[in-house]
């Protein structure tokens, strides 16, 4: 039997990352290029500051219709260790722009859009979240935590590039070394609000599988299958669709900063078909918790 192509994606992804995994070894708590959260957190009084640049060929928009290729610059991300077990987390981004290759005039909200020409922008939408970690990793047994985060509605469905929604999403972490290898994993749900109806909303469930292979003691290969699956029986409102990337890439640490880069490949048919990613971390002490 022939799989659909959605199918055979997912397939790939999955046996690629275990594939990878079972050669890899020892990593340190996982960042960018991955957006799979490490329940390990920063330190108390350190504070991790990271930013990038993400191209993406093919992104759509199905809310408005729109679909093109997307550049967004930087994409910020702050996070504060307000304990040894606790961290605070803002993600966002200044400045997303898609050219425009293709529109659909009787998408949800076309009717909405206000910008001319072949290209939109706008500010990318605001993430707060706080993570805690429930326990350290032991010699047998993983680490756990927790994650509640929520989406801010910055960006405006007038430009095409935001849905105008609040959502919020909670996760549960975990993550072990065995033998030689760094997998973390999460699994969680997101309540999605229906941006053309605002008394709906669609409970997907999120999950992530990362790893991080060291190849030398400042390289390391990473990894990760990151997404969400639509949980209703019938159709998914616009906007709360299942939606996956496979994200492959490197990092290199220099004492306190590190560098990234990484391509990423869509998981069904309205993610992008390919993008690539480049960017840095940095982490320092900032202040003494009492």
């Known amino acids: 039997m022939r799989l659909p192509d959605c199918a ?7 046996v690629l990352i275990s594939a990878v995994a079972l050669c890899a070894r020892p990593a340190a708590a ?5 957006v799979t959260e490490d329940p390990e957190t920063i330190g108390a009084g350190r504070i991790l500051l990271e930013g990038g640049m993400d191209l993406a060929h093919d992104q ?23 304990s040894s077990i606790a961290e605070l987390q803002i993600d966002g981004g200044i400045y997303n722009r898609l050219h425009v290759t293709e529109r659909i005039p009787n998408a949800p909200l076309a009717s909405m859009l206000t910008f001319t020409g072949d290209s939109t922008h706008d500010v990318l939408d605001t993430v707060i979240a706080t993570k805690i970690r429930i326990n350290a990793e032991g010699p047998t047994r993983p680490s756990f935590g927790f994650r509640f985060a929520t989406k801010l509605p910055n960006a405006s469905n007038e430009s095409g590039l935001g849905l105008d929604t ?3 999403y909670i996760s549960v972490l975990g993550a072990k ?3 030689s290898v760094r997998v973390v994993g999460n699994i969680g749900f997101a309540i999605l609000s229906d941006p053309t109806n605002g ?33 209703r029986s019938g159709d998914a409102f616009p906007g709360t669709e299942t ?5 492959l890439g490197g990092r290199f640490t220099k004492g306190t900063l590190r560098l990234d880069a990484g391509v990423f490949f869509g998981l069904t048919t309205i993610d992008p078909t390919v993008g690539v990613t480049v960017g840095f971390t940095y982490v320092f002490n900032a202040f003494k918790v009492p």
């Open 199 to 231: 008394n709906r909303q669609n409970d997907d469930l999120t999950y992530g599988l990362s790893f991080a292979r060291a190849v030398t003691q400042a390289a390391e290969i990473v990894g990760e299958v990151n997404g969400r699956v639509s949980t």
């Open 8 to 14: 055979r994606r997912w397939w790939f992804a999955v």
């Open 60 to 82: 759509q928009y199905p809310v408005s219709g729109l679909k093109g290729n997307q550049l967004t610059i930087p994409t910020i991300g702050l996070s504060i260790g307000i």
């Open 177 to 179: 070394t065995v033998q």
């Open 166 to 168: 609040t959502d919020v």
């Open 243 to 247: 939606r996956g990337l496979l994200r």
């Open 30 to 34: 996982q960042q960018r290029p991955l």
